[in-house]
């Protein structure tokens, strides 16, 4: 898998408008409460996910994503939908229409102590 893909595209691309391919899952607690987390790029809450890497399926991108950004093994359980229409102006200057792909996902392991449902 090749590390860093959208950032060797845009050395080549600039700020012009790219479609990127995202993956992200729907945990769900006991509750019924969801996980978020609060973006650092545009200072939102939203699923945790991110962009696939070059060689990566989608599910193989959400179960990374999910550690790498809440510390949480998690297993893709079933395909809840894709996302096509959303254009995203990065703080930046990149623009990106994203395709996502979102699964909900259950939880494996908790590698890390950070992460609280809420």
Same mark, same amino acid.
């Given at each position: 898998m090749e590390r860093d893909y959208i950032?060797?595209?845009?050395?080549k691309v +600039?700020? &012009?408008?790219l479609i990127l391919n995202f993956a992200g899952g729907i945990l769900i607690n006991d509750q019924d409460e969801v996980l978020?987390?609060?973006?650092?790029?545009?200072k939102s809450w939203g699923l945790p996910g991110g962009a696939m890497e070059f060689g990566e399926s989608a599910e193989q991108a959400c179960v990374r994503e999910f550690l790498e950004? *809440? +510390? =949480?093994? !998690?297993? !893709?359980k079933s395909l809840l939908g %894709? =996302? *096509?229409?959303? %254009? &995203?102006?990065?703080?930046? +200057?990149? !623009?990106?229409?994203?395709?996502?792909? $979102?699964?909900l996902? $259950?939880? !494996?392991?908790?590698?890390?102590? &950070? *992460?609280? =449902?809420?």
């Open positions: 950032k060797n595209l845009r050395q +600039g700020h &012009q408008p978020l987390q609060k973006r650092a790029d545009v950004e *809440t +510390g =949480l093994k !998690v297993r !893709v %894709i =996302l *096509t229409n959303f %254009i &995203q102006h990065y703080p930046n +200057g990149d !623009v990106a229409q994203a395709v996502v792909v $979102e699964f996902v $259950e939880l !494996v392991d908790k590698v890390a102590d &950070q *992460t609280v =449902l809420c």
